[in-house]
């Protein structure tokens, strides 16, 4: 099947600080892909590329079609949710329904009213009457309700409580997601999300600095469990990453034998955000 | 053209308040301030025996009655004027409304962010734009016609009711006024109204598309920084340039013309000048066309499409989410 989004030497350059360099990259459909980076990295340019929002140069091919010169087109197959709270303060919860199910040629108002019910919003509220967590929840309403093929969150979940954080991922993959569709996320609450990825790209000064399924990433990266006695023979491995946990020192490897690792002690997956900060080393230094 | 009219659907639930409320009310209250001006005049002539215009008030009926025909006519000339001047009154409170319904258009939804949820839905920018020139110049404007026309014709029946508790015929007061004329006055003139707002709209637009704080500091400061600069080397004599014009071409067309009646300034100018007598004529609908004869109303309706065009490109492109 073909890619969902393929970008190859994708650039963008504001005033003076290059926030896209020369990015290439592939996301085929049917994945969950987190877009990680530090602040300013990239992320949210790479996203407003990809939503035609924006003037980049190389080339970018989402769902067939050019974001810069097809996007009213292209908007009838992707959706996004652009941070939290960008629906309009006046709107009442009727009127956003009737707008998108009108201006919306793959809107389904059933679905949209059915999860509308298992929330506390009534029809004539206003957003501006709603807390950030309920303008999520109807946001995510109307965009889950879409039968879009490429949905784009960025930061969707920012100053939400965990409430509202861990039910609108379980909504998503309960009601959302399936083989036929694609997410992209970006959010800095790593560890909420990891569960649900399929796929991990690190972003970092305009630079995709790992791109790799989790299944691969199981397999290259290992975390390991050492003794105090075993360190010094860890560090010559090369590690990532150590940091020191009740007398023992945990190392982050990458691409190091398995078999070789055993030896040194206990071998664990390492978690996406232990991943992230040993990438990441530096970033604000 | 579904999507069309649910984007003019969401301007007015958004300015409601403006568009719908604002001339309700002017008309609500530019009738109480009447119904308050004819109960003073009248509690006050009662109490103090004042005559109007040197006649006892019994004696009103039996001048009306006398009047030739020429001084009928005057009579019903003043009676549509009073109906219009309630429409007056509407436009002005509107023109303000339309003026910072198009500063703000597209620029609020850039200031809250509201703008990445109307990217997210499949309309065409253009649409967006279309739908806000429609919602500014076709739909509120009938709106205010509306408005204009109940509130006058409750001006004129106030006005004939009154007078007949002094012993003139409402019927007779009537038939000189000529109510049918002055709407269709009023309602044909909004075509007028379109074509005459554009360049104001258009710039206003291209302001509020363009700026990145501000719009109405940019929107005033460069049509009038420019026209100082110009009546500056006038008045040093250096250059030929022509100050006067630029104002009332340029930098009045830019930014009042979402003044209705604008169009008729030239038009009156000349009626008033062959025969001050005319100002009743004023309120028909052959003087408001006449402007369409001339090229000024064209020029502006180009120069304002232009300036859309412009609103339209920077709507899809200006990128500062």
Request: proline share 3%.
């Amino acid at each position: 099947m073909n890619a969902v989004v393929t970008a190859s030497g994708l650039s963008k350059r504001y005033k003076n600080t290059l926030a896209l360099d020369n990015v290439s990259f592939q996301i085929p459909p049917g994945r969950i892909v987190g877009l990680i980076g530090p602040n300013g990295a990239g992320k949210t340019t790479a996203l407003k590329a990809i939503l035609g929002l924006t003037d980049f140069q190389g080339q970018l091919n989402v769902l067939g079609l050019d974001p810069r010169s097809q996007r009213d087109k292209l908007m009838e197959e992707v959706c996004f949710i652009a941070d939290v709270a960008v629906l309009p303060r006046w709107i009442r919860v009727r009127e956003a329904i009737d707008f998108v199910a009108n201006i919306h040629p793959r809107f389904n108002r059933a679905k949209c009213e059915a999860f509308l019910a298992r929330t506390k919003l009534t029809p004539d509220q206003r957003v501006k009457q709603m807390s950030k967590g309920m303008i999520v929840q109807l946001h995510l309403a109307l965009v889950m309700a879409i039968d879009a093929k490429l949905l784009v969150l960025d930061e969707p979940t920012l100053g939400l409580d965990i409430l509202y954080r861990k039910q609108f991922y379980q909504n998503l993959l309960e009601d959302y997601f399936d083989e036929n569709k694609t997410i992209i996320v970006t959010t800095h609450q790593v560890e909420e999300i990891e569960h649900i990825l399929t796929d991990l790209m690190f972003i970092r000064d305009g630079k995709i600095v790992l791109n790799t399924d989790m299944e691969a990433m199981g397999e290259r990266f290992a975390e390991v469990l050492v003794n105090g006695d075993m360190a010094a023979t860890a560090r010559q491995l090369k590690p990532l990453d150590e940091r020191q946990v009740f007398g023992k020192s945990i190392f982050l490897f990458d691409g190091v034998d398995q078999a070789q690792l055993k030896a040194l002690g206990e071998i664990r997956r390492p978690s996406v955000s232990d991943l992230f900060v040993a990438t990441m080393k530096g970033t604000y230094a | 053209m579904n999507t069309l009219y649910w984007l003019v659907k969401r301007e007015f639930w958004e300015h409601r308040g403006g568009f719908i409320w604002a001339p309700v009310i002017t008309g609500i209250v530019f009738l109480l301030l009447n119904v308050m001006g004819i109960i003073t005049g009248e509690v006050l002539g009662f109490r103090h025996g004042i005559n109007i215009g040197g006649m006892n008030h019994q004696d009103i009926a039996t001048a009306l009655a006398s009047l030739d025909a020429h001084q009928t006519e005057k009579v019903g000339q003043a009676l549509d004027l009073a109906m219009l001047s309630s429409s007056f009154l509407i436009s002005v409170v509107f023109a303000f409304v339309v003026f910072f319904y198009c500063l703000g258009s597209l620029y609020d939804d850039r200031r809250d962010r509201s703008m990445l949820f109307w990217k997210s839905l499949p309309i065409a920018d253009s649409s967006t734009v279309l739908s806000k020139v429609i919602a500014a110049v076709l739909i509120a404007p009938i709106i205010v016609v509306i408005c204009g026309v109940l509130t006058g014709i409750a001006m004129l029946l106030l006005f004939t009711i009154t007078l007949s508790f002094h012993g003139v015929s409402m019927w007779t007061l009537l038939t000189l006024a000529h109510p049918f004329q002055v709407m269709s006055f009023l309602i044909g003139s909004i075509p007028v109204y379109l074509l005459w707002a554009l360049p104001t709209v258009g710039w206003l637009m291209l302001c509020s598309a363009w700026a990145k704080s501000k719009p109405f500091l940019w929107a005033v400061v460069i049509p009038v920084a420019i026209g100082v600069v110009i009546s500056w080397f006038n008045l040093l004599g250096s250059a030929d340039l022509r100050s006067g014009w630029y104002w009332s071409h340029i930098a009045g067309r830019v930014l009042l013309s979402v003044f209705p009646g604008g169009w008729l300034h030239d038009t009156a100018a000349r009626q008033l000048g062959e025969n001050p007598d005319n100002i009743g004529h004023l309120a028909e609908l052959s003087s408001s066309y006449a402007a369409l004869a001339t090229p000024d109303i064209w020029i502006g309706a180009v120069a304002g499409i232009a300036m859309l065009a412009g609103a339209v490109w920077f709507r899809r492109w200006r990128d500062d989410s």
